[in-house]
Each structure stands twice: as structure tokens, then as C-alpha cells.
């Protein structure tokens, strides 16, 4: 493999351009980090936006998997409903949490990907993916976070209304809070609806963790997103390098035995940089194999940290009963399974592969575009 090209590490072949006219201040490695973290945040933003209501989608049929009845029939059926119910910001609903999460995601997997790939200093294929896998081992712990309050804010509308006391039976009962629009004054129904709707803020969802659960419930879920991330990155970044590097000798070769090429297909004089459209197959093929290779740890992840929103206890349960919920990784997916089978497990899949291939194309066009731009 060429070492040049992509999202190959340059920290021990970049030429840095003297910034002041002496031996500069800057070392090529501090500015290869400042470039992987300002390239994979512009990527990972891009991207985001593009895919944002499939993942909206994605993480509801997800959520649904333990729920006696379905809320949706399919991908498109989540669509169209949460179209019809909630409108165009329904589907864009909570969008600058993983605007966010996408930037630090990608920024910390290309950061953490070169600076492991310095460290192992060879890029062969068994490196190449401890590298890789070492890079979505530690974002794990940035991405878990945000990826719970975007996933509460996006089954917020789905939750069942909160229950609160009737005082008019005796010893009280409870009552959902959509009931009562039947008990008060036609003039004051409005009012009470819409202060029973009133939804939290990604600032009030972390706040109400912390007080509920400490800081540790804002890892909620942890245990999937590192066993997803170790692995998915791991054949993220080593399929995206061993495709590129196919097209790279297929374009070398070619450029050997023919004439002339036009300009749509000219070759780069130094024979290493992808071509857009190279960066765009690489990536494509690699985001598929991405989400195909461990997406039933993601479903796991989004039921354990929606437990709480669309599963809540029927009563006013002491705090310290409610610190167990919800179950571990391994309870959650054996109840999934018991459930719905392995359908249930692979919940959404079809369409996020769908939506990984042209998400993790545009990644690695932006990344390796920026990168070969400012090199």
C-alpha cells in the first residue's frame, strides 16, 4: 500500500512550509493533528446532514424492538408517519447534537487513527487495523454520550405521556397525562396539552441523567458503543485503505499501457493521491461493511438508552430501583432476541447500510479532498 494517499498517516513524510521564514514552530505532527481534526469535523458535519432522518428512522425501529406492538411498519413507514405527525422538523429533530457528536466522532477517529499509525510507523494491513480499531476504542468514550441525548431527543415524541395522580378516585389512581384534556375546561385544554408536551433540550436530558443516575448514566450503553466502534472502525478504515489501494494499482497499471487519457481521468503526477471519485468507491464500500459488521451491538445500544423514555414505570418507583434500569448489554440483547429473533437484532439495518454507503463516501471525499488540498 502507498502511504501517501487518503487517510493514510503523513506525519513522517509531511513537508511543512516554514510559517515565519525560520525552522518553523510548528512540527509536522502538530499540524497533521490540527489538519485530522479540522478535516473529520468539516467531514463529519457534511455527512450528518445528508443522513440525518435515515438515522432518525433507524434509531426508532430500533427502539421498537421490545415493544409488545410495533409503532412502524418499515423504514418508510417511520418516515412518512413522523413526516405526517411531527413535519419537517420532526425529522431534523435534536440535529445539533449529532452535528456535533458527528464532528468530534469523525475528528477523533482520523485524529486517533494517524496518531496510532505514527506509533506503529508500518502500514500493513494486521497494524493498519489495530490501529483503526485502537482509534474507535477510544472515541467510544467521546461518541457514548452524545449519542444518548441524540437518541432520547429522537424517540422523545414517541415516549408514552407521563403519568400523574387523580385525585378524584380514592386511594388515588394514576392516569396518563393525554387524558386530561377529557377533565379540564374546553378554554384551558390547549394550555395543559402543550405544558404536557413541552420536551426537554439536549442541556435538560444530561441534566436530568446526572440527577437521576450521576454521571455515570451519561455512559449508558457504553459496553455496545465500544464493542461497535472497535470493530466497525477496524473495518472502516482497513477495507477503506485496501479498496483505494486497488483502484490506485488498477490506475497505475492502466496509465502503463494506454495513451493519452483525457482530463475526467488524468492521473496525478506524484501517481498516489485518489481521485474524487476513487475516495468516494473506497469509502462507499467501506461505510457498508462498516454498519454490516456489527449492527446488532448498535441495536442493543439504542434500546438500553431509550429504556428509560419509552419503557417507564408504571408508578412513582424509588430512585434507587430505578439506577437498574436499564438491563446490561448482554440482558438487553437475549431479550431482543427472545423478542423479535434476529430480525429484531438487525432492526433497520437495510437502510442504514443504505444510508452508510453515500454518508461514508462523502466522508472520505471531503477528508481526503481537504487533505490533498493542504498538504
Known amino acids: 500500500m502507498e502511504p501517501d494517499h487518503g487517510s493514510f498517516s503523513e506525519g513522517t513524510h509531511l513537508d511543512v512550509p516554514k510559517l515565519d521564514g525560520t525552522n518553523g514552530n510548528r512540527s509536522p505532527a502538530t499540524v497533521r493533528a490540527v ?16 443522513e440525518y432522518p435515515l438515522d432518525l428512522a433507524k434509531v426508532r ?19 412518512v408517519q413522523t413526516w405526517r405527525n411531527e413535519g419537517m422538523r420532526g425529522l431534523y429533530r435534536g440535529l445539533p447534537v449529532p452535528i456535533f457528536g458527528a464532528m468530534a466522532e469523525t475528528a477523533g477517529l482520523f485524529l486517533t487513527y494517524s496518531q496510532m499509525q505514527s506509533i506503529l510507523l508500518r502500514p500493513i494491513p494486521p497494524e493498519l487495523g489495530l490501529a483503526a480499531a485502537s482509534s474507535g476504542f477510544l472515541t467510544s468514550f467521546i461518541i457514548t454520550p452524545i449519542e444518548l441525548v441524540k437518541c432520547k431527543m429522537q424517540v422523545q415524541m414517541l415516549a408514552a405521556p407521563p403519568r400523574i395522580p387523580d385525585f378524584k378516585t380514592h386511594p388515588p389512581t394514576f392516569i396518563h397525562a393525554a387524558s386530561v384534556n377529557s377533565t379540564v375546561p374546553r378554554q384551558h385544554r390547549h394550555t395543559a396539552s402543550r405544558l404536557f408536551r413541552e420536551l426537554p433540550g439536549p442541556f435538560g436530558i444530561v441534566s436530568n441523567t446526572v440527577r437521576v443516575s450521576g454521571v455515570r448514566g451519561l455512559w449508558v450503553g457504553h459496553v455496545a458503543t465500544i464493542i461497535r466502534e472497535t470493530g466497525g472502525t477496524g473495518a472502516w478504515f482497513v477495507s477503506k485503505e485496501f479498496f483505494a489501494s486497488l483502484l490506485l494499482a488498477r490506475r497505475t497499471q492502466a496509465s502503463s499501457l494506454s495513451g493519452p487519457r483525457s482530463s475526467f481521468t488524468e492521473i496525478p503526477r506524484d501517481n498516489v493521491e485518489l481521485l474524487p471519485w476513487e475516495s468516494a468507491l473506497s469509502g462507499a464500500l467501506a461505510g457498508a461493511i462498516y454498519r454490516l459488521s456489527l449492527y446488532p451491538a448498535d441495536t442493543v445500544k439504542s434500546v438500553i438508552q431509550t429504556a428509560d423514555d419509552l419503557r417507564p414505570p408504571d408508578t412513582f418507583t424509588p430512585s434507587e430501583k430505578l439506577l437498574n434500569r436499564p438491563g446490561s448489554f448482554w440482558q438487553t440483547a437475549k431479550a431482543m432476541y427472545r423478542t423479535r429473533g434476529v430480525r429484531g437484532l438487525y432492526a433497520g439495518c437495510g437502510m442504514t447500510v443504505a444510508r452508510a454507503i453515500p454518508s461514508s463516501a462523502i466522508v472520505f471525499v471531503v477528508y481526503d479532498g481537504l487533505s490533498q488540498r493542504f498538504s
Open 35 to 50: 489538519k485530522d481534526i479540522a478535516f473529520g469535523s468539516v467531514a463529519g458535519m457534511v455527512a450528518e446532514v445528508f
Open 61 to 79: 425501529l430500533q427502539s421498537q424492538v421490545l415493544d409488545t406492538a410495533t409503532r412502524f411498519g418499515g423504514p418508510l413507514d417511520c418516515l
